[in-house]
């Protein structure tokens, strides 16, 4: 959803990425980074300059991997835990070349 980051209210272009997760028992299949990867071209379509997100420390090399950078300390989320902000910039180029989806490490397969 378009919204600036909040370390920099004046950012123009800033979109977050809220409530993403995906089931344990699907981890490792490449749907959140399929859906990442959907969420990243929707926000440059959308002239986007920049993405963030409130991260769980476990997500945190999952972000990494396509050049999301961690900003500040970890914070708690009432009720549902620890979080830090992350964010990576997003334009045309850094889409094309950057993998779209979090590497293949240990990805199983859908069939």
């Keep these: 959803m378009p919204e600036p980051p909040p370390w920099d209210p004046a950012t123009v272009g800033g979109w977050r990425i809220r409530g993403m997760a995906t089931l344990a028992d699907w ?13 990243l071209r929707h926000a440059c379509e959308n ?3 920049i993405v963030w997100c409130a991260a769980r420390p476990a997500a945190r090399s999952f972000y990494e991997r396509v050049g999301f950078e961690s900003r500040g300390e970890l914070f708690e ?13 997003v334009d ?6 950057r993998a779209d989806t979090p590497g293949d490490s240990g990805r199983r397969s859908l069939m």
């Design 77 to 89: 989320v009432p009720v549902i835990g620890p979080h830090r902000q992350m964010w990576r910039k």
């Design 92 to 97: 045309v180029v850094s889409l094309e070349h």
């Design 27 to 39: 981890r490792g299949l490449g749907i959140g980074g399929a859906v990442l990867a959907a969420l």
């Design 47 to 49: 002239e986007g300059t």
